[in-house]
């Protein structure tokens, strides 16, 4: 059994300016790693997956792959909020009219491919690969394992309090950190190995660049492994360890629901919690797709935030 995780740049690139790296990650069922790296581009990413991928693979994906709406929130975006907002995760709107659709492109090419997206509410075939929807920052706070219980790490975007270099070196530690707590996961349910392979066993000896391009060079494969990590979650323990955001949605025309899978901790369920309409207010953003921008030393990272969801991101 394998499974794959896909930290997808949103943008697809054009003809003048090539899309960014998106990090890929192929995990066994003993939480060896078996392969690793980056492509560039849907295509060379599908190519990927499909190349990696067997009988029963589970794929998680970290981007939006079912967009039904045209404007506003999907119901899981909401509930990320409601489920892990007391340690500052949360999501910001996916819908139609966002500038970046790579995730719902990576879906038609993957089908195409003879894969099948799971809204993750019913167990997967042993025959088909499958894929759904993720978010690393769940894991992360979902997983007691990683102990992180009053927050999220701050590994992505930079502090705006501090200048801007000591932004920088605080985001370095941060990722050191992550990357020694992913460490222990050897025994882990399900285990999760981060030293079994060359470039992951990198992280591990290598302190985190200060500087913008090589650290998110770094941090779209350590997002790789945990999506292939949280595709080992569901797959090994289903609702035992995870749950399905967004599971009461609307699905669209062809059936599809929008949802997330998200480890979660038992006072993290959402099932049974009234909704609350977010709260409109400014401030850092979420799930903001880093990889839709122009090839630029990047300063934030994917999904990430502190605080309410607020409007849809520009990818300026």
């Not at 970046?100 to 042993?126: H, K, M, N, S």
């Not at 941060?174 to 460490?183: G, H, N, P, T, Y």
Request: aromatic share 6%.
């Amino acid at each position: 059994m394998t499974y794959i995780g896909v930290d997808l740049a949103w943008g697809e690139g054009t003809a003048a300016k090539r899309a960014n790296e998106t990090g890929l990650a192929l995990l066994d069922e003993s939480g060896v790693i078996l392969d690793a790296g980056w492509a560039r581009g849907i295509d060379a990413v599908t190519e990927w997956v499909v190349d990696r991928a067997g009988p029963g693979t589970v794929i998680a994906i970290d981007a939006p792959l079912v967009i039904p709406n045209e404007s506003g929130m999907r119901l899981a975006e909401r509930q990320v909020g409601m489920a892990y907002g007391n340690r500052k995760v949360a999501a910001n709107a996916s819908n139609t009219a966002m500038g970046w659709q790579g995730g719902v492109a990576l879906l038609q090419r993957l089908e195409v491919a003879g894969f099948a997206y799971t809204d993750g509410i019913r167990p997967p075939t042993d025959e088909t690969p499958v894929f759904f929807e993720c978010y690393p920052y769940t894991t992360l706070v979902g997983m007691a394992e990683l102990g992180y219980d009053v927050e999220r790490p701050r590994y992505k975007r930079l502090d705006k309090t501090l200048t801007a270099p000591l932004g920088r070196e605080r985001r370095a530690r941060e990722c050191d950190e992550l990357i020694r707590r992913m460490l222990t996961l050897d025994d882990a349910r399900p285990p999760l190995r981060l030293a079994s392979h060359p470039l992951t066993r990198e992280l591990a000896v290598t302190p985190s660049p200060i500087d913008d391009v090589p650290y998110k060079h770094r941090e779209d494969l350590l997002d790789a492994v945990l999506c292939a990590w949280t595709a080992a979650i569901w797959h090994r323990f289903g609702d035992e360890r995870t749950q399905i955001l967004g599971a009461d949605d609307t699905p669209d025309a062809r059936g599809r629901r929008a949802t997330i899978v998200a480890p979660a901790r038992p006072e993290q369920r959402v099932a049974g919690r009234p909704m609350r309409a977010p709260t409109a207010r400014r401030g850092p953003t979420v799930r903001h797709p880093v990889s839709a921008r122009p090839a630029r030393p990047a300063t934030t990272g994917s999904r990430t935030t502190t605080g309410s969801p607020a409007a849809p991101p520009s990818p300026d």
